[in-house]
């Protein structure tokens, strides 16, 4: 059902389990939502200035405080823009899926092409795989232990979002089939693809622009121009860019779906409203709403952090990962200690248990390390990572509600898969589209 992995807590663990695993996965895709929106709109200023563009905004500006507010405006755009196809035009965003995966395939083998064959010169095998760069300012007698695992925070980052399979499994054919295939693919061809991508993009490192690309607060952005010449580094960015629009809206579309299921069984303050689906679309409109004004809430921040643009994206980025993980790792977790475990029609077989033995560790590992500093020194307290006091905060609030009021009432999914169930869901869907 929407929801997913919530509904997958309820079901193996109760609705005690159920409660948090849906506020971590709802946290982590509001989270994500801001932060892919976030990147997308510091890609476009520097796109922009690019094609020295300078309509209503002066992308070509290097005043650090006019392009932390003009991002911002790009940034809201862009979440306005996610919500007008996810709530006006329900085909549209079918279209815009389809165009979505195409665009990623092809333009992924059209980045690594250009990375290959445009640059006068590469890196050596030995700089890429041999050579380290410690740029978080801790010292090097940290690097292995502590600045090398931080490391890990965008890999964990960009292979995420495979629990949309999930979300929107009310909404596919054969999705008991189809759903966890989607989920081991999407990680699967992340994994392997990403990783062609990072040697292209290493590779292409020119050693004479290295001082300029470890300053720099998107360094493939400063790659992408040294190494390659005007037009192919605005065809590579443009690309880059566009896929993260894409990938901008679906996160905004798993975050509505999250939203609306668990607002559908009573979770969050003001349910009724954001259940509520449009009469003549049937889609979570309220829902989307919310997780837009969410991701624009995570986003202020980096007003105040003007010259600082890493440190929010890493903040936001931590809450998105660790809230997506721990959502993630709570149904294995519960799946680990069931005695009776039925598997469905497709599943991991003999391999299961010890995958979800290391998965279950390695997130405990992750969430203490993520909310730790990444970048040293810190000359204002917005420059310490703040992800870890904001997300324990809201939890802190989760946990109270739930152990005050919240165990009293919350009952889990109100879907539970039976003939009447369903029914009964479809009755009172058909009562929410009247006016509110």
């Given at each position: 059902t929407a929801g997913g992995i919530y509904y997958w807590a309820s079901k193996l663990g109760g609705p005690g389990w159920g409660w948090f695993t849906g506020w971590f996965n709802l946290i982590g895709l509001v989270a994500v939502v801001a932060s892919v929106d976030y990147?997308?709109?510091?890609?476009?200023?520097?796109?922009?200035?690019?094609?020295?563009?300078?309509?209503?905004?002066?992308?070509?500006?290097?005043?650090?405080?006019?392009?932390?507010?003009?991002?911002?405006?790009?940034?809201?755009?862009?979440?306005?823009?996610?919500?007008?196809v996810n709530v006006f035009w329900n085909r549209l965003l079918t279209l815009f899926n389809g165009v979505a995966v195409w665009w990623n395939v092809v333009g992924v083998a059209v980045i690594v092409v250009i990375l290959i064959f445009v640059p006068s010169h590469h890196a050596s095998f030995r700089y890429v795989f041999g050579h380290t760069i410690n740029n978080s300012g801790f010292g090097e007698h940290m690097y292995w232990y502590y600045v090398l695992?931080?490391?890990?925070?965008?890999?964990?980052?960009?292979?995420?979002?495979?629990?949309?399979?999930?979300?929107?499994?009310?909404?596919?054919?054969?999705?008991?089939?189809?759903?966890?295939?989607?989920?081991?693919?999407?990680?699967?061809?992340?994994?392997v693809i990403g990783w062609i991508v990072l040697l292209a993009i290493t590779f292409a490192v020119q050693k004479s622009h290295e001082a300029e690309i470890l300053k720099a607060g998107y360094p493939a952005l400063t790659i992408f121009s040294s190494a390659l010449s005007l037009t192919g580094a605005k065809a590579v960015i443009f690309i880059s860019t566009v896929?993260?629009?894409?990938?901008?809206?679906?996160?905004?579309t798993s975050a509505s779906r999250m939203t609306f299921a668990f607002s559908r069984d009573g979770a969050v303050p003001g349910h009724r409203l954001w259940h509520r689906l449009?009469?003549?679309?049937?889609?979570?409109?309220?829902?989307?709403?919310?997780?837009?004004?969410?991701?624009?809430?995570?986003?202020?921040?980096?007003?105040?952090?003007?010259?600082?643009?890493?440190?929010?994206?890493?903040?936001?980025?931590?809450?998105?990962?660790?809230?997506?993980?721990?959502?993630?790792?709570?149904?294995?977790?519960?799946?680990?200690?069931?005695?009776?475990?039925?598997?469905?029609?497709?599943?991991?077989?003999?391999?299961?248990?010890?995958?979800g033995f290391i998965a279950v560790i390695w997130v405990i590992i992750i969430t203490i390390l993520f909310f730790a500093p990444a970048f040293y020194p810190w000359t204002t307290a917005a420059d310490i990572n703040w992800s870890g006091p904001v997300f324990v905060a809201v939890m802190a609030v989760v946990f109270i509600w739930y152990g005050v009021s919240a165990r009293k009432w919350f009952k889990g999914p109100k879907v539970q898969g039976s003939d009447e169930e369903l029914a009964e869901i479809e009755l009172e869907l058909k009562q929410l589209q009247q006016p509110f």
């Open positions: 990147v997308c709109a510091q890609f476009i200023y520097y796109l922009l200035g690019l094609f020295n563009v300078n309509f209503i905004f002066n992308f070509t500006s290097t005043n650090v405080k006019y392009e932390a507010h003009v991002v911002m405006a790009l940034f809201v755009l862009l979440l306005l823009l996610g919500l007008v695992p931080l490391g890990f925070l965008l890999t964990m980052y960009t292979i995420t979002g495979y629990d949309a399979s999930a979300h929107v499994s009310e909404e596919t054919h054969g999705a008991a089939e189809s759903a966890p295939k989607g989920i081991w693919r999407s990680v699967f061809y992340s994994a896929g993260q629009l894409f990938c901008g809206v679906a996160c905004l449009n009469a003549k679309t049937r889609t979570p409109v309220n829902a989307v709403w919310f997780a837009v004004v969410g991701a624009f809430i995570l986003g202020i921040p980096s007003l105040y952090q003007v010259g600082s643009a890493s440190v929010a994206f890493f903040a936001i980025v931590s809450i998105g990962t660790v809230g997506l993980y721990v959502a993630y790792v709570i149904p294995i977790f519960l799946r680990l200690r069931m005695k009776d475990f039925e598997p469905g029609p497709w599943s991991l077989g003999k391999w299961s248990k010890p995958i």
